[in-house]
């Protein structure tokens, strides 16, 4: 998988760096594309002789979208300006009027910005990188005709001197590269995003597969490959690759590689109810995790000691490991694990009889999910409260409950 990303991050630097072809059109989906965004930014911050602006809000109208971008560009001045104004150079003026003028057409919106930024900049030679790139595009054809306006037509316009512009297409639904492929256009690329689950799995196949490739990297490759094999329940499979890779890294003793393993092994067994055995292996998962101190390894076994525990009907050690795990989640600030590992605690007390510690860690966490907004799980734990207090005869307490939970689930049909 990593070899995507390696070629991406090249394709789009490869891309800033030629001259030949002024226009990126990128062929992705919309979960994709924040990869792209990611190493365009990277690139950016590698790089002193580039200025790459990436504008990837939505666009829902090209009017709308466009200032959408110059609002993007007045949050850059300013923070430009707060620097500049520090070290005493001299700060940026307003955006010319032109850039925001609606009657105008965009590429001569985008070439008075451009030529503002150059001017502020002092440097001709300054490359810029120009990425309309929205995540999401609710009216195709509005920005179907915002691209057109900017793919090359003749002879380049001034404003496209030291210019890269990056544009998109919605790999599930394309409406560029149709019109691409029956007019070509000099001067444009198009790169194809694949990163569909199957391409990812395919990469990392490959990536196990090459020899040729650091032995670190391929064992990566292959815990990857084994993760998914669980999510799509190839279990055997699963087992498989967590048994071939988990030498290797106690051979290189990491630790925490070794606890990956074995929580994903638990979690395997686990789903195929071999429950006996996917406790020990999140017992050991866990006893690794605690070397090395990783708030996410060890919330993660505790976790699943709890639920395995719960179900093996092993309630004094389901207790102990739900306990811990919501003392854990506190310390880690993390509210809503603390509040869900405190509902199960509640449930572990009402199986070995103690119903009124059960109740009363029922209580307090309400109080946090209150304080968190955390409405799904405190409609739940009122659902536990309610019966015990009609058992225990608190009426006010029960209907004062009542009452909530009913204010509680009408808000959520509101807010699904």
Known sequence: MQRKFEQLKANLATFVDQREHSTLVLHCANDALSYALTYLKSIDEERDDLFILSFAHSAITAKDYFAGAMETMRL????????????GVPLWPEFPAACDDSRLRHQDRIGALLTFLREQVGDPRQLFVLAFVPLEIEDQIAYARFAGELLPQGAPAAWMRNTRVILRDDRERPFILPTLQKNPREGV????????SAALAASLVDDAADKTLPTDRRAQAFLQLAMLDSAHRRFEDALSKYSFVFPYFVEQRNIAMQAICLQGVGDVLHRVE??????????????LASQTQSPTLILTA?????????????YGHAEGYWDFAQQFAAKCGDVHVTCDAMEQLGVARMCLGREPEAAATWQAATELCKQAQYFDRWASLLERLIPL????RMGPKQREAKTLLAAISERQKGHP
């Open 76 to 87: 850059q001045r300013t923070a430009i300006n707060e620097a500049q104004a520090l070290s």
């Open 189 to 196: 690329l198009v790169y194809d995003m694949d990163f569909s």
């Open 274 to 287: 071999r429950l006996e055995g996917a406790k020990e292996r999140f017992q050991q998962a866990l006893a």
């Open 302 to 314: 505790l976790l699943s000691l709890g639920r395995v525990s719960l179900q093996l009907k092993d």
């Open 389 to 392: 207090y009609g058992a225990a």
